[in-house]
């Protein structure tokens, strides 16, 4: 027995001094930052702020790699599969690894909550409702009267099936009682926002910073924001609470997954390391412009906690207003 005692006691150390030794050491190389959409949205606006300042932490190279695609699926795919070695960095939202599960169901070959290791939230994303100029609206309640009397004739365009943004959509018009066409787009906000300016469709949600510069320059209108107050970057759009709906604040929120397997030495490495850059005044300053809220979790498990509470909160909003991906 007492010769188990000293083996299990060696075994223990070794084990210790591996993962001591593997948070030691890592990174020893370039550190990829998948981005499940394509550039010009809200995750490669956060992406490319915190990419540059995590190089600076981590004294390695961190590259974004955008993989758009399926309302962020495939991207979350190719994440999932990687090497559980801390190289490859999830850049998650609440559209991919919160609303995917319900929208996809069976179809969905990743299990978010099984497959990946949630490290940290990094960041709150305000929405705000848009329209092409040439809608003859300038609030909310002059947009609901206009779509009201074209049932079914406005286009309204999502980062993808599974997003926020449509589910933010789905629920105004149930509330106010109209229809719309739902046009999906493979991932990112960008794509969404050029066919909105073209007229192609006329109205959308859509992150802060796929929709800041075209709403000062005129490209587009601000009607309302889903922020529980209004920002300081548009102090004259009101609030979609202030407009008569109560519940329709939300957020797109970002954060920082690794595939699961990855060692626990390695995970709170990443979590220090990105808890570190997000409290940066220069990351903050970069950020909120486009009206992103740097936004850290008190731990790698209460950041899990989160975006379980978020599963279960959207995939409600799912069933009940029976959304399927187009």
């Not at 990174?27 to 995590?54: E, Y």
């Not at 406005?154 to 106010?176: D, I, T, V, Y």
């Not at 006329?202 to 107050?229: D, H, N, W």
């Not at 797109?252 to 709170?268: D, L």
């Amino acid at each position: 027995m007492k010769k188990l005692l000293i083996a299990a006691c060696h075994m223990a150390l070794m084990v210790t001094g591996t993962l001591a030794g593997a948070q030691d050491s890592w990174p020893q190389k370039q550190v990829r930052l998948i981005v499940p959409f394509a550039p010009g949205g809200a995750s490669d606006f956060t992406a490319r702020i915190i990419s540059q300042a995590l190089s600076d932490e981590l004294k390695q190279s961190v590259i974004v790699e955008n993989k758009g695609g399926a309302a962020g699926n495939i991207g979350m795919d190719a994440a999932a599969k990687a090497a559980p070695d801390g190289y490859t960095l999830f850049l998650g939202n609440v559209g991919a690894t919160a609303i995917n599960p319900s929208i996809f169901g069976a179809a969905l070959r990743v299990k978010p909550e099984e497959d990946f290791i949630a490290v940290t939230k990094v960041a709150d994303v305000a929405d705000v409702l848009v329209v092409n100029p040439s809608v003859p609206v300038t609030t909310v309640a002059e947009f609901i009267t206009y779509a009201v009397a074209n049932q079914n004739k406005l286009n309204f365009g999502s980062p993808g099936s599974g997003s926020q943004n449509r589910l933010e959509m789905e629920f105004l018009m149930k509330e106010a009682k109209f229809n719309m066409v739902h046009v999906p787009y493979k991932g990112g906000a960008g794509p969404a926002m050029t066919d909105l300016i073209g007229g192609h469709t006329q109205v959308m949600f859509t992150t802060m910073p796929s929709a800041m510069a075209f709403i000062k320059a005129g490209r587009v209108r601000a009607l309302g924001v889903t922020s529980e107050a209004r920002l300081p970057e548009l102090p004259t759009v009101p609030t979609l609470v202030e407009q008569g709906f109560p519940t329709m604040v939300s957020s797109s929120w970002q954060g920082i997954f690794v595939p699961r397997g990855t060692p626990a030495p390695v995970v709170h490495r990443i979590f220090s390391a990105m808890t570190k850059v997000m409290a940066q005044k220069t990351v903050k300053d970069k950020l909120t412009p486009g009206g992103v809220i740097a936004s850290t979790s008190s731990s790698p498990e209460a950041f899990a906690a989160f975006v379980a509470a978020e599963t279960v909160r959207w995939g409600k909003v799912v069933r009940e207003g029976s959304i399927t991906a187009d």
